[in-house]
C-alpha cells in the first residue's frame, strides 16, 4: 500500500473500460442559473410543458434542470453554486440493466445511455435507478398550446404517455454532424456542432466535444484539477465533468 | 374407590380429547361428505348482499378506475420523481406475501407431516392462488402502458423483442408465473378427490357438469391414488423452494437496485419471513371469519387449529424481527451517509409514526398476546392479531418503497409521496378477492374431506396400561 501514491490509486480504481466517446463540460464557475440550456433543451428536444401544478408534484419534465441550495438558516444563507443537471451518458449506468424491455440500452456506435421510448412499457425502474434522477416520466398526454405546437422538431420523437425520457445528448445534432461529415470524407471537428444547452449558453459554462480525444476542447477542460465527476463513488463512470465553483 | 375415581377421570380425558382434536374425534365419511356439501351449498341473503356490495367496489374501484388510468395516464396515481413506484408495488408485494401462507402451510406443513393442517390446507391454497391474481393486478396498473406487457414475456416473435434476463423485473414475471402455474396446479391436484365426491353428491345441473369435467373421471380406485398421492408429493417438494425464490426474487427488485435503505444483502429472507408473516396473518383471518360465518366449520375448524397456527406466528414474528433489526443494523453501521438520511427520515420523518406502528403491531402486540395459549386459543384475539400483521406489513412495504424513495442521492429531488387513485385501485383488489374467496367457497370443497377422513383413520387413542395415546400411524 505504501508504494501506492494517490495518482496510482486513482489509475486502478478509475478508469474507465469504456472511456466514452462523447463527453460534456460544465463549468460552475460560469453558470450564471439563467435557465437559457433548460428553455433551448425543451424546444430541441419536444419536451412537454406540464404547468405549475404539476411541477409542483414532481412532475416536471426537464432533461436538463439547474439544481442551487441554501446552506444555513435564514438569514444567515449562503447560496450554493448553480449546477445544471442532465443525464449523466454513465459508462455503466444504472438504468440500464434494469429495464425489463430493452427500452433503455447502450449505444456501441455512440457510447451513449439511449431511451428507445416505442420499446419502454412504464415500469420506472430506470428511474429509480438513477443517481441523479435526470429521467422524466410521461404522467399524461399533455397538450401542447396554440402557438407552440408549430415548433416541433421534426427531427425528435413526440412522446406519448407512459414513457419514460431523458436528455439523449442531441443524438439528432449527432448523427447529422456525423452524416455531414462522413458525406464530405471528414471526420467531425472539435467544435462542428453542439447539443441545445451548450448552444444557447451565455457564458460557454457548457462546453461538449470527444472525450477520447485528448486535443479536444472537453478533453483538456476535464483534466483541469477542479473537474468532479458527479457521485462517483457509486462507479457508474459519467460522461459529463463539473468544474467546481469557488 | 380409587381406581373408580381414575377410571372416571380417566374416561373424562378421553372425551377431552375428542371435543379437541379433529382428528380423535371422526365421523362417519358420508356424513362428513355430506356436511361439507352442505357447508358449501348453504347461502343466507347476507352472503348475497355482501357479494353484491363487493362487486360494486370491484366494478367501481378497480375496473372503472384502472380504465380510467389506462385513458388518461398514470398521472392519476401519486407517484412522482423521486418516487416512481408507490401503493401500487406495496400492493404486489403484499399479495404475494399473503399468497405465501397457503404453500407454507399447505407444502411445508404437508411434507413434515404436521396433522393439524389438514382441514385448512384448502382454505390456504385459495388464498395463494387469489393473492398471486391480485399481485398480478397491482403490477399491471403500475404499468405506464400496459396495453404492451406482453412484451415482457420471453416467446419468439417478429419484433426483435426479447425480455432482458439482467432486469430483477423480468425475474419477477418468470419466478411470479412459475409461482401461479405451481400454485394453482398444487391447489387442483388436492381437489381431484374432493371434486369427484361432489360430482356424485350433485343431482344436476350446470354444477354437475362443471364437476364431472373438473374430477377427471376420479373413481377413488387405488392406482388413481397411487398416483395422485405421487403427483401430490413431487409438488409438495417442489413447491417450496419456488416459494422462496419468489419473495427473494421480489425481493431483489430493491436489493439489486443502486439506492440507500434497498441495496441491502439481507432483503431476499427477510422478504420470505416478511411473507410468511403477513401470509399467515391473512389465514387467520379468513379461517375465523369461515368458522363464524360457515355451516359446520365449527366442527372443522378448532380452537387447536388457532393455537397451532398462533404458535407458527409467534415463531415467523420473532424471526421476522430478527431479520428486521440486523437489516437495519447492518445498514447503519455500513455509515453511510445516504443510508443514514434515510434511516432518520424512516423513524422521525413526516411519517415516522408510521414506523412506531409497524414495530408495536408486528413484534409487539404478537408477542404480548400469542404466549398466552388461552389468548392463542381464541380465534378472534388470534384473527384480531392476524389482521394487525397484515396492517404492520403492509405498512413495512410501504415504508421500504415510497417513503424509501422520497430520499435518494440527489437532494433536490426530494419529495413526498401522496396517494391518489391507487386507494381507490387497492381497495378493489382487496374486494376482489374476498369477493373471489367467497365465490369459491361456494363452489368448491373449501375443506379437504379426503384429507380429514384420511388422519382421522390414521389417529387412534391407544390403552397403555391405565395411559390413553394417541398413535398415528402411517397411511401413504
Same mark, same amino acid.
Given at each position: 500500500?505504501?508504494?501506492?501514491?494517490?495518482?496510482?490509486?486513482?489509475?486502478?480504481?478509475?478508469?474507465?473500460?469504456?472511456?466514452?466517446?462523447?463527453?460534456?463540460?460544465?463549468?460552475?464557475?460560469?453558470?450564471?442559473?439563467?435557465?437559457?440550456?433548460?428553455?433551448?433543451?425543451?424546444?430541441?428536444?419536444?419536451?412537454?410543458?406540464?404547468?405549475?401544478?404539476?411541477?409542483?408534484?414532481?412532475?416536471?419534465?426537464?432533461?436538463?434542470?439547474?439544481?442551487?441550495?441554501?446552506?444555513?438558516?435564514?438569514?444567515?444563507?449562503?447560496?450554493?453554486?448553480?449546477?445544471?443537471?442532465?443525464?449523466?451518458?454513465?459508462?455503466? &449506468?444504472?438504468?440500464?440493466?434494469?429495464?425489463?424491455?430493452?427500452? *433503455? =440500452?447502450? !449505444?456501441?456506435?455512440?457510447?451513449?445511455?439511449?431511451? /428507445?421510448?416505442?420499446?419502454?412499457?412504464?415500469?420506472?425502474?430506470?428511474?429509480?435507478?438513477?443517481?441523479?434522477?435526470?429521467?422524466?416520466?410521461?404522467?399524461?398526454?399533455?397538450?401542447?398550446?396554440?402557438?407552440?405546437?408549430?415548433?416541433?422538431?421534426?427531427?425528435?420523437?413526440?412522446?406519448?404517455?407512459?414513457?419514460?425520457?431523458?436528455?439523449?445528448?442531441?443524438?439528432?445534432?449527432?448523427?447529422?454532424?456525423?452524416?455531414?461529415?462522413?458525406?464530405?470524407?471528414?471526420?467531425?471537428?472539435?467544435?462542428?456542432?453542439?447539443?441545445?444547452?451548450?448552444?444557447?449558453?451565455?457564458?460557454? &459554462?457548457?462546453?461538449?466535444?470527444?472525450?477520447?480525444?485528448?486535443? *479536444? =476542447?472537453? !478533453?483538456?477542460?476535464?483534466?483541469?484539477?477542479?473537474? /468532479?465527476?458527479?457521485?462517483?463513488?457509486?462507479?457508474?463512470?459519467?460522461?459529463?465533468?463539473?468544474?467546481?465553483?469557488? | 374407590?380409587?381406581?373408580?375415581?381414575?377410571?372416571?377421570?380417566?374416561?373424562?380425558?378421553?372425551?377431552?380429547?375428542?371435543?379437541?382434536?379433529?382428528?380423535?374425534?371422526?365421523?362417519?365419511?358420508?356424513?362428513?361428505?355430506?356436511?361439507?356439501?352442505?357447508?358449501?351449498?348453504?347461502?343466507?341473503?347476507?352472503?348475497?348482499?355482501?357479494?353484491?356490495?363487493?362487486?360494486?367496489?370491484?366494478?367501481?374501484?378497480?375496473?372503472?378506475?384502472?380504465?380510467?388510468?389506462?385513458?388518461?395516464?398514470?398521472?392519476?396515481?401519486?407517484?412522482?420523481?423521486?418516487?416512481?413506484?408507490?401503493?401500487?408495488?406495496?400492493?404486489?408485494?403484499?399479495?404475494?406475501?399473503?399468497?405465501?401462507?397457503?404453500?407454507?402451510?399447505?407444502?411445508?406443513?404437508?411434507?413434515?407431516?404436521?396433522?393439524?393442517?389438514?382441514?385448512?390446507?384448502?382454505?390456504?391454497?385459495?388464498?395463494?392462488?387469489?393473492?398471486?391474481?391480485?399481485?398480478?393486478?397491482?403490477?399491471?396498473?403500475?404499468?405506464?402502458?400496459?396495453?404492451?406487457?406482453?412484451?415482457?414475456?420471453?416467446?419468439?416473435?417478429?419484433?426483435?423483442?426479447?425480455?432482458?434476463?439482467?432486469?430483477?423485473?423480468?425475474?419477477?414475471?418468470?419466478?411470479?408465473?412459475?409461482?401461479?402455474?405451481?400454485?394453482?396446479?398444487?391447489?387442483?391436484?388436492?381437489?381431484?378427490?374432493?371434486?369427484?365426491?361432489?360430482?356424485?353428491?350433485?343431482?344436476?345441473?350446470?354444477?354437475?357438469?362443471?364437476?364431472?369435467?373438473?374430477?377427471?373421471?376420479?373413481?377413488?380406485?387405488?392406482?388413481?391414488?397411487?398416483?395422485?398421492?405421487?403427483?401430490?408429493?413431487?409438488?409438495?417438494?417442489?413447491?417450496?423452494?419456488?416459494?422462496?425464490?419468489?419473495?427473494?426474487?421480489?425481493?431483489?427488485?430493491?436489493?439489486?437496485?443502486?439506492?440507500?435503505?434497498?441495496?441491502?444483502?439481507?432483503?431476499?429472507?427477510?422478504?420470505?419471513?416478511?411473507?410468511?408473516?403477513?401470509?399467515?396473518?391473512?389465514?387467520?383471518?379468513?379461517?375465523?371469519?369461515?368458522?363464524?360465518?360457515?355451516?359446520?366449520?365449527?366442527?372443522?375448524?378448532?380452537?387447536?387449529?388457532?393455537?397451532?397456527?398462533?404458535?407458527?406466528?409467534?415463531?415467523?414474528?420473532?424471526?421476522?424481527?430478527?431479520?428486521?433489526?440486523?437489516?437495519?443494523?447492518?445498514?447503519?453501521?455500513?455509515?453511510?451517509?445516504?443510508?443514514?438520511?434515510?434511516?432518520?427520515?424512516?423513524?422521525?420523518?413526516?411519517?415516522?409514526?408510521?414506523?412506531?406502528?409497524?414495530?408495536?403491531?408486528?413484534?409487539?402486540?404478537?408477542?404480548?398476546?400469542?404466549?398466552?395459549?388461552?389468548?392463542?386459543?381464541?380465534?378472534?384475539?388470534?384473527?384480531?392479531?392476524?389482521?394487525?400483521?397484515?396492517?404492520?406489513?403492509?405498512?413495512?412495504?410501504?415504508?421500504?418503497?415510497?417513503?424509501?424513495?422520497?430520499?435518494?442521492?440527489?437532494?433536490?429531488?426530494?419529495?413526498?409521496?401522496?396517494?391518489?387513485?391507487?386507494?381507490?385501485?387497492?381497495?378493489?383488489?382487496?374486494?376482489?378477492?374476498?369477493?373471489?374467496?367467497?365465490?369459491?367457497?361456494?363452489?368448491?370443497?373449501?375443506?379437504?374431506?379426503?384429507?380429514?377422513?384420511?388422519?382421522?383413520?390414521?389417529?387412534?387413542?391407544?390403552?397403555?396400561?391405565?395411559?390413553?395415546?394417541?398413535?398415528?400411524?402411517?397411511?401413504?
Amino acid at each position: 500500500m505504501a508504494n501506492l501514491d494517490r495518482e496510482t490509486m486513482v489509475s486502478v480504481n478509475l478508469t474507465n473500460p469504456e472511456e466514452g466517446k462523447w463527453g460534456m463540460v460544465i463549468d460552475q464557475d460560469l453558470c450564471t442559473g439563467c435557465q437559457a440550456c433548460v428553455a433551448a433543451c425543451a424546444m430541441e428536444n419536444n419536451i412537454s410543458f406540464v404547468g405549475e401544478e404539476l411541477s409542483g408534484n414532481g412532475r416536471s419534465m426537464h432533461w436538463i434542470r439547474i439544481e442551487r441550495f441554501w446552506e444555513g438558516e435564514y438569514p444567515e444563507v449562503k447560496a450554493t453554486p448553480f449546477e445544471p443537471t442532465l443525464c449523466q451518458q454513465c459508462g455503466y &449506468a444504472p438504468c440500464e440493466p434494469v429495464c425489463p424491455a430493452y427500452a *433503455t =440500452v447502450h !449505444s456501441n456506435d455512440q457510447q451513449l445511455n439511449l431511451q /428507445v421510448y416505442n420499446r419502454c412499457v412504464g415500469t420506472r425502474y430506470c428511474g429509480n435507478n438513477c443517481p441523479s434522477q435526470v429521467r422524466s416520466f410521461n404522467w399524461f398526454d399533455y397538450e401542447r398550446p396554440e402557438p407552440l405546437n408549430n415548433q416541433l422538431n421534426p427531427d425528435v420523437t413526440v412522446r406519448r404517455r407512459g414513457v419514460m425520457e431523458k436528455c439523449t445528448f442531441c443524438i439528432q445534432r449527432i448523427k447529422r454532424a456525423e452524416d455531414t461529415a462522413r458525406a464530405e470524407g471528414r471526420e467531425v471537428a472539435d467544435g462542428e456542432f453542439a447539443p441545445a444547452c451548450a448552444q444557447a449558453c451565455p457564458a460557454n &459554462a457548457i462546453v461538449f466535444g470527444r472525450v477520447d480525444k485528448p486535443e *479536444t =476542447v472537453v !478533453s483538456q477542460l476535464a483534466k483541469q484539477a477542479r473537474g /468532479v465527476k458527479r457521485l462517483e463513488e457509486l462507479g457508474t463512470f459519467p460522461h459529463v465533468t463539473y468544474l467546481k465553483a469557488g | 374407590m380409587a381406581s373408580e375415581k381414575q377410571h372416571e377421570e380417566h374416561a373424562h380425558g378421553e372425551e377431552h380429547l375428542r371435543q379437541e382434536h379433529l382428528m380423535l374425534d371422526p365421523r362417519p365419511r358420508g356424513e362428513m361428505n355430506a356436511m361439507v356439501m352442505e357447508a358449501m351449498h348453504y347461502t343466507t341473503w347476507k352472503f348475497w348482499v355482501v357479494a353484491a356490495v363487493l362487486g360494486v367496489v370491484v366494478a367501481l374501484g378497480l375496473f372503472f378506475s384502472w380504465g380510467r388510468m389506462i385513458a388518461e395516464g398514470l398521472g392519476l396515481a401519486g407517484i412522482n420523481r423521486p418516487s416512481y413506484w408507490g401503493i401500487f408495488i406495496v400492493n404486489t408485494v403484499f399479495w404475494i406475501g399473503i399468497s405465501h401462507a397457503g404453500t407454507f402451510i399447505s407444502a411445508i406443513l404437508r411434507v413434515f407431516k404436521a396433522e393439524f393442517r389438514r382441514p385448512f390446507t384448502r382454505a390456504a391454497e385459495l388464498m395463494t392462488t387469489f393473492g398471486l391474481m391480485q399481485a398480478g393486478f397491482s403490477i399491471f396498473m403500475h404499468m405506464g402502458r400496459v396495453w404492451l406487457s406482453y412484451w415482457l414475456f420471453p416467446y419468439p416473435n417478429q419484433r426483435m423483442m426479447w425480455p432482458n434476463l439482467h432486469s430483477p423485473l423480468t425475474w419477477d414475471v418468470l419466478a411470479i408465473t412459475t409461482y401461479l402455474l405451481a400454485s394453482t396446479m398444487y391447489l387442483f391436484l388436492p381437489l381431484i378427490p374432493d371434486l369427484a365426491m361432489a360430482r356424485d353428491r350433485t343431482e344436476g345441473g350446470w354444477r354437475k357438469v362443471a364437476y364431472r369435467i373438473l374430477a377427471l373421471g376420479f373413481r377413488g380406485t387405488e392406482g388413481e391414488w397411487k398416483h395422485l398421492r405421487l403427483a401430490m408429493n413431487i409438488f409438495a417438494f417442489a413447491i417450496i423452494p419456488v416459494m422462496f425464490s419468489v419473495h427473494t426474487i421480489v425481493s431483489w427488485d430493491f436489493a439489486a437496485a443502486t439506492r440507500p435503505g434497498w441495496s441491502s444483502t439481507i432483503f431476499g429472507p427477510y422478504f420470505v419471513v416478511g411473507a410468511l408473516h403477513s401470509g399467515m396473518g391473512a389465514v387467520v383471518i379468513v379461517l375465523a371469519i369461515v368458522r363464524g360465518t360457515m355451516k359446520h366449520m365449527k366442527y372443522f375448524i378448532r380452537a387447536e387449529h388457532f393455537e397451532a397456527i398462533g404458535k407458527l406466528m409467534l415463531i415467523i414474528s420473532m424471526t421476522w424481527a430478527y431479520f428486521f433489526f440486523n437489516d437495519y443494523i447492518v445498514q447503519w453501521y455500513g455509515g453511510d451517509k445516504w443510508t443514514n438520511i434515510l434511516l432518520h427520515y424512516h423513524e422521525a420523518g413526516p411519517l415516522g409514526f408510521l414506523w412506531f406502528l409497524m414495530l408495536a403491531v408486528n413484534i409487539v402486540i404478537p408477542w404480548a398476546v400469542l404466549w398466552n395459549k388461552k389468548w392463542r386459543s381464541n380465534p378472534w384475539i388470534v384473527g384480531t392479531v392476524g389482521l394487525l400483521i397484515n396492517v404492520g406489513m403492509w405498512i413495512e412495504r410501504y415504508i421500504i418503497v415510497p417513503i424509501s424513495l422520497s430520499i435518494n442521492r440527489t437532494p433536490f429531488t426530494w419529495d413526498l409521496y401522496k396517494p391518489g387513485i391507487e386507494i381507490p385501485l387497492g381497495i378493489g383488489t382487496l374486494a376482489l378477492f374476498i369477493l373471489l374467496y367467497m365465490l369459491a367457497s361456494k363452489f368448491i370443497p373449501l375443506v379437504p374431506a379426503w384429507e380429514v377422513q384420511e388422519g382421522q383413520m390414521a389417529h387412534k387413542l391407544t390403552k397403555y396400561g391405565r395411559e390413553t395415546v394417541v398413535t398415528v400411524s402411517e397411511l401413504e
